[in-house]
């Protein structure tokens, strides 16, 4: 057994890390650590996250450190504020009993004078985003790199696809030529290898944890969709799986935002992950994730790092990854300490190809599946239900006393009605919902080509299950609403309902359409989140009533099994009333 004392580290690191409990070095800390104690040349070390990168790099780089000077002597780059952060922490505890060692932090979106005056305290150890860094650096010149020994670019594969290319390149111009490289990696993406080659002088290369292969118990699964239908598709699988607990990785966090908030629309317990949040926020929804409070997690992969969840039961890839190793990264979050695991992909025709590329890297097939049909989704949903039911512990002391007045009232129904009963109970919703639902085709190549037949049947499809619904007018939201003529609803009650609901005197309330049983209203687009939350627990002559946002020609799909009752159906407007009206 190898000891962090035979690599090579001094005591006062040692007793930091005896602390933090590392009892023995990580696979990549043992190979790192004695070649940056030893020897000046670059490093590239390639490693999947949790492998232990940055004692690997940090703690040589600690050791190095000339404490009794107060140049910048390092530079660690790392492509976000929360990594920054991070490993500035980990630095510090590394080094609680090293004397004189002075690490800052600079980011974006903080106060830069505050980062200014920490500078020119004397940072040994500068722990930056590469914006910030450059920034700082080259226009506000207030930090002189003209002293660093050592550069470490931390997940530059991260720092690449986020596009700070060019601030690396400003950057690094700025140090002197005889400072050290070390580049960490999950990916060794072609743009990260020529960013080794610009940078990196004949580096050794270490490599940790079976880098490239996907974890064993991970089951691969393909359903391939016609962009349209890529958010029906999502729902019918997490409605396929009702114990999920997963990541669903999206692209932009424009999608992130956009998926979690239609899931959430739809009734689940989800929520996003995305850069525009605030640290607290951010930690808030972490939290909530991981007490399980929240079932999906939309994320971009960027911030799902630093989220580290064991037993997730799914990794869905709202849309597939540019790079295979992303793909493998991604499902290794998945299938981890023995649990079984599933890593879902929704594609279209067109990324075809990126599937056999990740087939030939793993050295697995993906399963092509169709997207589930509503009576199998049914039945799944019920079937888990009734495991339930058989599986629920019953506390008969507590129960017992309201039995006699319950078997008294059900009297009237025999065994099986009651199973009825209680099934229905459970699964109308769900019925209702997927009752009348076209299946979403599986696209073949020669869909696309749009054969005569094709064009039909997809039309058929859009009529059943897409009503189209006019556009808003500009500056408007458009809402859905459950209640119609039926309800004997009239214009004049649906602004009152608003104006009473949302507390609000003068909401601009543009188009107003009364169906038979439900109706749309558009109002000006700065009061969207007050009608939602207003409407949230409203009722009306003692309905619930459910208010939604509806996108013209997207969301059209019935209201949700989960928390309505309100459903569409593809007749035309009764009234048109097109008047602005304020109230
Ligand atoms: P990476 O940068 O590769 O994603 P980290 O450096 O963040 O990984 O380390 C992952 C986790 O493992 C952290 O919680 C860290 O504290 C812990 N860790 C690192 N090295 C050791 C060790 N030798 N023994 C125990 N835990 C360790
Ligand atoms: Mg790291």
Redesign the pocket.
Known sequence: MTTFEELGIQNDLLKG?HE???????S??IKAIPLLLKQQKDMIGL??????????FGLPLIQSIDISNKNTQSVILAPTRELCL?IAS?LNNYAKYVKGLNIVTVYGGADIERQISAIKKGAQIIVATPGRMDDLLNRRKKIDLSKVKTVVL?EADEMLSMGFKEELDAILERTPATKRTLL?SATMSAEVLALSKNYLHDPVEIAAGQRNTGAENVKHTCYTVHEKDRYFALKRIVDYNPDIYGIIFCRTREETKNIARKLMQDGYNADALHGDLSQAQRESVMHKFRVRNLKLLTATDVAARGLDVKELTHIINYRIPDDVTGYIHRSGRTGRAGHTGSSIVIINLKEKYKIRQIEAKLGKKFKMSDVPDGIEICEKQLFQFIDRLERIEIDHREINRFLPQIYEKLAWLNREDLIKHFVALQFNHFLDYYKNSEDIQRPTDKTTRTSKKSKKSQKAENKTSRTPVPAAEDGFTRFYINLGERDKLTPPELIGLVNKNTRQRNIDIGKIDIMRKFSFFEVEEQYTDKVLNGFDNANFKKRKVVVEISNAGTETTPSTPRNGNGKRSSRRPRKNMKSRRRL
């Open positions: 890390i933090l409990g590392f009892e023995k070095p990580m990549i800390q490693a999947q996250t949790g492998t232990g990168k940055t004692a690997a991070q980990d931390d960490f």
